[in-house]
C-alpha cells in the first residue's frame, strides 16, 4: 500500500471491508480505499486504511460489497442520446397498450411545457409485413399521460398524431378548417382525433421548438443521470467545436452524430459535468484546431481533447461476398456516405497523424478495416515514429491476416457486445465458417496485441431502429459469455473468442484511459489517480457468469463526490466487518 505522508490533507472518505478490483497490475485487489479531494490517497487492506481516517473522515462499510474503477465508456454519441431524452422510441410498437407504456416513460423524465416527439411509429410491423394497419393512437389516453406537455409523434407513414396540448398550442379545434394538402382526423362526431395528414401534419411539425443550448443541458442532465446510475464516470465522446465547424460548408450533413462540445463546456464551468469527457472531433478539420486553441491533450481533467474521426464503411467486404445471403448481418457492402475515398482517407490520416492527433476511423466489414490499416500503416512510415493509439472504431471484420498488422500498429478497437448480439445470428450462413470465425473476433484481437475497449455506442441506430445497451454489467456478460442475458440467443456465437471478466473489466476501465492517454490519472484505483469509482452490489468476479445479470450499481463516485444516487439516504458509519 502506498499511505499518504502526515503532512498531507485529512482523508475525507474511507470505503473499507470489500472486494477492491483495482485494474492496478502491482496491486490488483485490496479491501480498503482512502480519498483526499478528488484524489485517491491510499489503497490497501482495513488494518492500513482504517487509521488514516480523522473526526471529519466519512466511512463506507462495503459489507463484502465489490469497488472497481469508474466504468469508461469509450464510444458514445451523447448530443444524440439529449436529443432522444425527449423522443419516444416507437419503431417497434404499433399497439395501443406499448404506445401508452414509451409515452408515459417519455413524459416521467421530462418538465412541464416541453416538446414530446418522436417516430417512427410501426416502422417495424410496416418493414415486416405488405399489408398492415397502422395504429390511430387514442387521444384521450395519450392527453392523460401528457397532462402538461405538448406531443407530437409521426407514423411510419409521415402522418402525425397529436395531444390536445399541441394541438392547443397551435389554436387548433373542431372549428378549424383543414388545412390545402391535408386534414385533421376527425370522429364521427366531429371531434379531433389527434391523426394529421399531410400538411395538417407538417405544419405543426414546423412549430415544434429547435432545442436551445438550455434545453440541451436539461437534457444532458438526465443522460449523465442515467449514465452515472450504471456506473459510467467517463466517455470518449464524437464532438464537434462549432466555432471550427460554423467554418465550412459541408456537402451533406456530416454533423448528424457529433455532439456539440459547448454542451460539455456549459455543464463542466457550471460545476455540473458528472462524466469526464474525451472528445473526438471531425478528422478534417485538423487544420483548423490549433486557431481554435487545440491540440493533442488540449484539455483537463473534464474536458480533453486529443483525437479525430472519420468514417469509412457500412460493412464493406472483401471478395468473395455476396449480398443476397446477408440478411441480418447488418453488412451493406457498402461505404458510409460521409467516406471521403481511399486516396482522400489517406491524404487525411497521414495529416492528422503528422499534426499528433490519434484517429479513429469507424469500419466495420473487413475491407474497410483494411483501408483503415493500411493508412495508419503508411502514416506510421512516412510521419516516423511516435506514441500512436489510433483507433479501429467498431470493427466487426477483420481479414485474418490484419489481426497481428493490427496489434504491431498498436491500434486500439473499440468493439460493441450489443452489436455482437444484434448482428451475429446469420453470420456463418453468410460467410461460410471460416470467414465468420474473424467477426466480432475479440479473443484473437487481444492474443494479437489490439488493446480492446467495450463501448456503448450510446445511444444506438441513428434511425432508431436499435437502442444501445448501456448497461457496462449487461455488456461484460454478452463479451464474457457471446450470448444474450435474456437467453434468447440459445447458442453463444463462436465461443473461443469470448474474453474474460477481467478483460471485459480492464476493456472498460484501463483500456479506455490509455487510449486517451489518460492512463496516469485514471483507469485504475491507484493512490493520486481520480477517486473514480463505482460500487457493485456483488463480487462479479466470483461464481457463474449470471452473476452479472444480478450485480447492480450501488454507488457511483466522481472525484470522491457521490452522483449516484443523488440522495443518500443510507445509514453510514463505522462499523466492523
Known sequence: MTTPPPTLEPVDLILYCGIVWTADPHHPLASAIAVTGDRIAGVGEDAEILPLASEGTELVNLAGRMVCPGFNDAHTHFENAVD???????????????????????????????????????????????????????????????????????????????????????????????????RFGRDADGELTGMLYGQAGEFLHRLVTPMSLEQKLLGARGVMAGLNAVGITSVHDIARLPSVTDETIPPVYLERSFSNAQIFQTLADRGELSVRVYAFLPLDTHDRLP???????????????????????????????????????????????????????AELVLAGDAAGFDIGVHVQGDRGCRIAIDAFERAALLNGPRDRRHRLIHAWHLAADDFARAGELGLVADVTSDQLLHYSANLDQALGLARSANAFAWRRMIDCDITVNLVSDLPGAFNKSHVAEINPLRNIYAAITRKAGDSAQSEPFHPDQAITVDEALLAYTANPAYSSHEEDVKGSITPGKLADLVVLSEDILAGAPEVLLRASVERTYLGGRLVHPVTDNSAVRRSAC
Open 84 to 182: 432522444w431524452h425527449f423522443q419516444v422510441a416507437l419503431t417497434d410498437v404499433n399497439d395501443q397498450a406499448r404506445l401508452e407504456e414509451r409515452v408515459a416513460a417519455t413524459a416521467a423524465r421530462l418538465t412541464p411545457g416541453v416538446w414530446i416527439t418522436g417516430g417512427d411509429l410501426g416502422d417495424f410491423a410496416s418493414t415486416m409485413e405488405e399489408a398492415v394497419t397502422l395504429l390511430e393512437p387514442d387521444l384521450a389516453a395519450v392527453d392523460a399521460l401528457t397532462p402538461g406537455n405538448p406531443l407530437l409523434i409521426r407514423r411510419a407513414d409521415h402522418q402525425y398524431f397529436a395531444n390536445s396540448k399541441a394541438l392547443d398550442v397551435a389554436n387548433i379545434d373542431r372549428e378549424t378548417p383543414d388545412p390545402r394538402g391535408g
Open 291 to 345: 486557431g481554435h486553441g487545440v491540440t493533442p491533450k488540449t484539455g483537463d481533467d473534464w474536458l480533453r481533447f486529443g483525437a479525430l474521426k472519420i468514417f469509412v464503411d457500412s460493412g464493406a467486404m472483401l471478395p468473395p461476398f455476396d449480398l443476397a445471403d446477408a440478411s441480418g448481418t447488418g453488412l451493406t457492402d457498402g461505404w458510409s456516405y460521409r467516406f471521403v475515398g481511399e486516396e482522400r482517407l
